[in-house]
């Protein structure tokens, strides 16, 4: 039995579990399950409305519901649960649940275009060119590897297409592939153009939950220029959108945002299950909001000052990129099974300081689990109670800490380690 699990443990110590050749058929398997699961899901339904009375594309029926009233001129209905609901109503049917309209009115510049098509033609332009976006990035991210390594060239795609969040953020029609790309694009193009990945930084100001992290990155590293074109573009996006959708539209989201406050995160409507962050795990363990409130604070607080003394101290921009990704993703209390989009450019990022640096103890065995995990996170959470995707970004967060705590030079790995990747 010792000898099993010594055995055990120098596999998941080595990654050699984890060939190339294994890697390529868990991606293959996990994107022919899923792909046919979509596929039967879409054949199965009635029209635009699945087999559980859901519209196809889930969320997307709240953006599409709110772009036709932008076009109305009705933006401030979006805000008003009754006029939402009635909207997602009379294009989906009467037993359509209601899908709410949390986003900032910038968000209207991409609803109200999407909403000139088609409700089916709207969800694939929608979701194919985020995706396609996201893959480019990723592909832009793992650049210098693709070239050096004839591993990572030939299996790059299959392993970032088959990451399980992707068909997450499909099945609901979400924004996590742009959510990602952004994050991804403009942390690539910070060292050489600081004001574009200001720019690209500052278009996220749909997602505000996620500024809790870069801005005091930025300021700890003395990136002026994209902390500068960061704010200059939120601003810029908030008057565009003051002066297109009128006063209305930000008086309603302002005052819809307590509601959203209580009724999506404070009380779970949509699930705590499905909420990855450390504020939705206390609530799912029966915990209360200002218990809940606090040990999020606690958390929030690690990762924005780890990243921030990181980012400081350390000259390694992918290492930083990484580790910025995850904090990202751990900092924010309204944190959806989608979102964990984000953690797809921090292992990108991560990938690459590992085929240039060397690979460290377990660290092939964690980035497994943590590309995996998406999957099963809300199966888990829902009927074990165990906050899967939180255990993940924790994870990866404190794998990332633990390299640029020793930034010391590594012997160079073995070369097949290296091809594991």
Known sequence: ??????????????????????????????LAVCGLAIAGWI???????????????????????????????????????????????????????????????????????LAV???????????????????????????????????????????????????????????GFLTAALLGAALVNLPRRPILAGILMGLLCYKPQFALVFPVALLAAGQWRAITAAGATAIALAAASYLVFGADAWAAFIASTELSRKILLEQGSVGFEKLQSMFAAVRLWGGGISLAYAAQGVVSGLAICCTAWVWHTSDKHELKSALLAAA?????????????????????????????????????????????????????????????????????????????????????????RIAQL
């Open 43 to 113: 054949a199965a339904s009635h029209g635009l409305v699945d087999r559980n009375g859901k519209p196809i594309g889930t969320d997307f029926s709240s953006f599409y519901a709110a772009g036709t009233l932008a076009r109305e001129n009705r933006v401030a209905d979006a805000y008003a649960q009754a006029a939402q609901h009635a909207r997602e109503q009379r294009m989906f049917g009467a037993d359509t649940p209601f899908y709410s309209w949390p986003y900032p009115p910038v968000f209207f510049f991409v609803a109200a275009p």
């Open 328 to 416: 990202t993703t751990l900092a924010s209390p309204h944190l959806l099974d989608y979102d964990l989009m984000l953690l797809a450019p921090a292992l990108a990022f991560l990938a690459s300081v590992i085929l240039n640096e060397g690979l460290r103890e377990y660290e092939l065995s964690v980035t497994a689990f943590v590309w995996i995990a998406p999957l099963f996170t809300r199966t888990i959470a829902g009927l074990a109670g165990v906050p899967l995707g939180l255990i993940a970004t924790l994870t990866l967060f404190g794998l990332i800490m633990h390299r640029s705590l020793r930034e010391c030079p590594l012997h160079e790995a073995p070369e097949l």
């Open 117 to 175: 098509m088609p409700y089916p033609l709207a969800l694939i332009a929608w979701q194919g060119a985020t995706l396609a976006i996201y893959l480019l990035v990723i592909a832009v991210i793992l650049r210098t590897a693709r070239r050096r390594q004839r591993i990572v060239a030939d299996n790059w795609l299959l392993v970032a297409t088959a990451f399980p969040a992707v068909f997450i953020n499909l099945g609901h029609g979400q924004n």
């Open 1 to 30: 039995m010792t000898h099993i699990w010594q055995g055990f443990r120098h596999t998941l110590r080595s990654g050699a579990w984890l060939t190339p050749a294994r890697g390529r058929a868990y991606s293959l398997i996990l």
